[in-house]
């Protein structure tokens, strides 16, 4: 895509003395906590979407609206966060992305007193936003403040931090939003009012920390540019196949992350209660979670691509089991998933804008776009499950696991 731009950034100068590394080091351990934030945000949803879908009375497609309205803020946004990272710096970049997040959050009290579905959307949306300002300027610059040979080590390192927080928000979302609904025995909007309250809180918090803290200044370095350079990003091959890559994971992600408390409360599966199912939740991402840090040492010996692929063809085969069985088997199938998941995005993402030079921020701003696949496939499955059944309807993202695993062969190379 023409003219997708992040900051224009390099791989940083080699650390010369040790004041140099301690920055990065306690730079990388701060940015560890936004990667947290977002995860912990991101999987709220999937408390709030079998919540709405209770309250408005809403078939599955209307419920998934959740998510293409938090997602498609990564496609409308990404590029003018890019260039806002680019003119502010990454430092404000990341100041401004928390107070959008955090006011997205404050919307979320006029969206429950007056019980308006759609303004529950525009707030996430807002929020979402925020989110992608730091997505965009916090993943390349973690793949940049180290050694390019262990970049992928060290997102997977911070990706198991937004894990932590993917594992830690179903429990304390289902305990504050189901736990009111089952002391009230009615489901009321009111009860989001007070978590994300608390969040909004927390991202004030952290935009005061971050806009006092120093940051290591990502120097931009004259080089000479040749073609490759200057070019379209579109001859890349390698990053065209890994945006689609990074799209259709994170479509399959958020596509099974929605219907876990819905899958687990069918008969024949589990039969539970939407505050038991949100306690398992935890479990799919807690297993992300796991994996990441487990990826984050392996990655050092094994290349990246071949776990990337070894990883796709188990999701496959746990998803053919969760499609066509019942009971406990099904049920920790699709939990396991969480497993194989763990390094895919940060995986993808590094291979994607591996040789690109000084494209680099400019694939990254592509890459980000891609993420949403997350609003798209998550409807498409709702449509599929109001049609058919849910457990059917995991064959979507079984599909998109066979694409994940195809990058993971061949797709990534940065040439034939």
């Known amino acids: 895509m023409a003219n997708i731009s992040g900051a224009n950034i390099q791989a940083p ?30 999987a709220m949803n999937d408390i709030l979407i079998p919540h709405l879908k209770g309250v408005f009375e809403l078939n599955y ?10 997602f498609s803020a990564y496609f409308l946004i990404s590029v003018p966060a890019g260039r806002l990272v680019e003119k502010m710096g990454y430092q404000n970049g990341i100041v401004i992305g928390l107070l959008g997040a955090a006011a997205g ?32 300027a916090a993943n390349p610059l973690v793949a940049l403040i180290g050694k390019p040979k262990t970049a992928s080590s060290r997102l997977n390192l911070t990706q198991a931090f937004n894990s932590l927080g993917t594992t830690i928000a179903p429990i304390i979302g289902g305990l504050l939003i189901f736990g009111a609904v089952e ?7 009111d009860s989001v009012i ?31 540019e040749s073609a490759t350079d200057t070019g379209s990003l579109w001859q890349h091959r390698h990053l065209v196949l890994g945006t689609v890559g990074i799209f259709v994971y994170v479509g399959a992600e958020v596509s099974v992350g929605s219907f876990l408390i819905s899958f687990l409360g069918e008969d024949h599966i589990a039969g539970l209660s939407e505050a038991q199912a949100a306690h398992y939740v935890a479990y799919f991402w807690g297993g992300a979670m796991v994996g990441r840090f487990i990826g984050a040492f392996v990655m050092q010996y094994i290349a990246a691509n ?12 746990l998803l053919s089991v969760a499609i066509t069985g019942k009971g406990s088997v099904a049920m920790l199938s699709l939990l396991a998933l969480g497993l194989c998941n763990s390094i895919m995005f940060p995986t993808i993402f590094t291979l994607a804008i591996a040789k690109l030079g000084v494209q680099t921020s400019r694939g990254s701003g592509l890459l980000c776009l891609a993420i949403v696949g997350g609003a798209i496939v998550p409807v498409m499955q709702g449509m599929l499950a109001d049609t058919i059944s849910i457990q059917t309807s ?8 066979l694409f994940i695993a195809f990058y993971g062969f061949k797709g990534y190379r940065t040439s034939l």
């Open 183 to 189: 002391s009230s025995n009615s489901a009321s909007a």
């Open 194 to 224: 007070i978590p994300y309250m608390a969040l909004a809180g927390i991202l004030v918090l952290l935009a005061f920390f971050f806009r006092s803290i120093p940051l290591p200044q990502i120097r931009h370095t004259e080089q000479k």
């Open 394 to 401: 995991l064959i979507l993202p079984l599909l998109c696991y």
């Open 61 to 70: 497609t209307q419920a998934m609206l959740v998510q293409f309205c938090f």
């Open 13 to 42: 100068q080699s650390a010369e003395n040790d004041d140099t590394g301690m920055s990065s080091r306690y730079a990388l351990i701060s940015l560890t906590s936004l990667f947290f934030m977002w995860g912990f945000i991101t």
């Open 105 to 136: 959050c404050i919307l979320f009290i006029p969206s429950a007193k007056l019980e308006t579905y759609w303004m529950f959307l525009a707030a996430l949306f807002v929020l979402a936003s925020g989110i992608t300002i730091l997505q965009v």
């Open 306 to 317: 071949k776990l990337l692929a070894i990883n796709s063809l188990v999701a496959i085969l």
